[in-house]
């Protein structure tokens, strides 16, 4: 894969939605199911797993407890 600065800008700001995950003041989108909440966080981890981005899969492992 070519890294452009579009990939890199978009890489970083996933990475930055998920760390944020790690804070008590993020929110879900009000309108947001259960459903479609949990298929955002699998999506999420199908990426980092993708990008090798091992350390933030336990971010979202920890949210997916949540629900």
């Known amino acids: 894969m070519t890294i452009n600065k579009e ?14 995950m790690e804070a008590s003041t ?3 989108p009000k309108k947001w199911s259960v459903t ?3 298929y955002f966080l699998n999506e999420c981890l199908v ?3 993708t ?3 091992y350390e933030r899969c336990q971010i ?3 949210v997916q ?3």
């Open 60 to 62: 979202i492992l920890n």
């Open 47 to 49: 990426w980092l797993e």
């Open 26 to 28: 993020w929110k879900w």
């Open 51 to 53: 990008n090798q981005e």
């Open 36 to 38: 479609q909440k949990k």
């Open 7 to 20: 990939t890199d800008y978009t890489d970083k700001l996933i990475c930055s939605a998920i760390d944020s």
């Open 65 to 67: 407890k949540e629900l």
